[in-house]
């Protein structure tokens, strides 16, 4: 089974660029999290998806972050302008909807975009 | 609400000897509980998982940890540190939620020490 799926691994930008990171979640699994772990610290949520609909974003700082799912599968997350505090690893992860079994699934990650702003 | 204690920031063993890193939760309900093992530059590794069956859970890399619901803990335990096992650890506490499905809650995370 393919894990999560992301990219670039690694990438370099200066203040005020525009940068845009994609993940392509394991196949059938409704909900995609996208992380902002700082070095140092756990991962911190930034939005979370049900399929293509958002259920939480309220760590996300909307005037510079976006995110969207299209179709429900791959999903993008940019940041416009982005700031020296931005530079972080983007974590992106899965798991399956766990209504429909009524028990709790772990989420799957994938290996993360190492940003660094100058 | 749902929180996550991981009580150390950091431990450091010896090679060989017990591994115990402690996590206590917060929780209205019946959680699950992970603990996710994150070595350098890498993402992160589901180590093992408690959803509501056994309280004694194994996982991969001899790692265990025991449920228990009267001391709101969910303590990760190995009896011989590897050098491998030096890395960042996380507990996390998941519900269920009827409108949004899982909602994850991380510690912040205990960094191990593998000293040879």
């Known amino acids: 089974e393919a894990g999560v799926a992301q990219s670039p691994r690694y990438k370099i930008i200066e203040k005020r660029q525009s940068v845009a990171f994609w993940c392509n979640p394991i196949s059938g699994h409704a909900t995609l999290y996208w992380y902002q772990q700082i070095l140092g610290q756990g991962p911190k949520l930034l939005i979370q998806f049900q399929n293509n609909g958002v259920v939480d974003d309220s760590q996300l700082p909307k005037d510079r972050f976006s995110a969207e799912r299209l179709k429900g599968v791959d999903s993008t997350l940019k940041i416009q302008p982005a700031k020296l505090e931005d530079s972080a690893v983007y974590l992106c992860?899965?798991?399956?909807?766990?209504?429909?079994?009524?028990?709790?699934?772990?989420?799957?990650f994938g290996p993360g975009t190492r940003l660094t702003v100058l | 609400a749902q929180s996550v204690t991981q009580l150390d920031s950091h431990v450091s063993v010896s090679e060989g000897t017990p591994v115990l890193l402690r996590c206590n939760y917060s929780?209205?309900?019946?959680?699950?509980l992970f603990w996710y093992v994150q070595h350098p530059n890498k993402g992160l590794q589901l180590l093992l998982k408690?959803?509501?069956?056994?309280?004694l859970v194994k996982g991969i890399n001899g790692f265990e940890a025991e449920f228990k619901k009267s001391e709101t803990s969910f303590h990760l335990t190995k009896p011989s540190a590897h050098m491998s096992d030096a890395a960042e650890y996380f507990c996390v506490v998941s519900d269920i939620r009827t409108d949004t499905g899982n909602q994850f809650y991380f510690g912040t995370g205990t960094s191990l020490t593998v000293i040879p």
């Open positions: 929780s209205s309900y019946s959680p699950s």
């Open positions: 408690y959803t509501s069956a056994a309280t």
């Open positions: 992860a899965s798991s399956l909807d766990p209504r429909a079994s009524g028990r709790a699934s772990e989420q799957f």
